[in-house]
């Protein structure tokens, strides 16, 4: 990026720092395939949910108004796999994993890790330094 432009705020890059580093490859790979459909591609929902990523790309339409279906299907499949990946990759470092629940009483919740960082934090209810399963909405 030159020093003329601004980050693109509603496209992947902008959440980058709300997830944990381990799934830094995942998003930079969608935000390179939603690129190659749409340079002005948007994300309308960013977020976590039961563990794994939940992205949705916004709808696009042509200067007639026509809704463009086919950028939909094919932004959306793109998605599902991130999310599909998400689930089957540590969130913490990128390894293989899968989705377990961390911490205890009232403050468990559903991650995707791999063995070494489930037993790894300071206690079974060591939190990531984001805060899994809140969502983001760009309007």
């Known amino acids: 990026m030159n020093g003329l432009t601004s980050p693109d705020l509603r496209q992947i890059p902008a959440w980058s720092d709300a997830v944990g ?7 930079h790979q969608l935000h390179h395939d939603l690129l190659s459909l749409d340079a002005a591609y948007r994300v309308e929902s960013f977020g976590t949910k039961f563990g794994g990523l939940r992205i949705t790309v916004s709808d696009r339409f042509d200067a007639a108004g026509d809704f463009d279906g086919e950028f939909a299907d094919r932004a959306a ?7 599909y990946s998400s689930e089957r990759t540590c969130e913490l470092c990128g390894a293989p994993g899968r989705i377990r629940l961390r911490g205890t009483g009232p403050d468990i919740r559903m991650v995707a890790c791999c063995e070494e960082c489930r ?4 206690h ?7 805060q899994p399963d809140n969502s983001i909405t760009q309007g």
């Open 77 to 83: 499949a793109l998605a599902d796999t991130a999310e």
């Open 119 to 122: 037993i790894g934090s300071a």
């Open 124 to 130: 079974p209810g060591a939190r990531p330094r984001h």
């Open 21 to 27: 580093p381990g799934w830094a490859t995942l998003l």
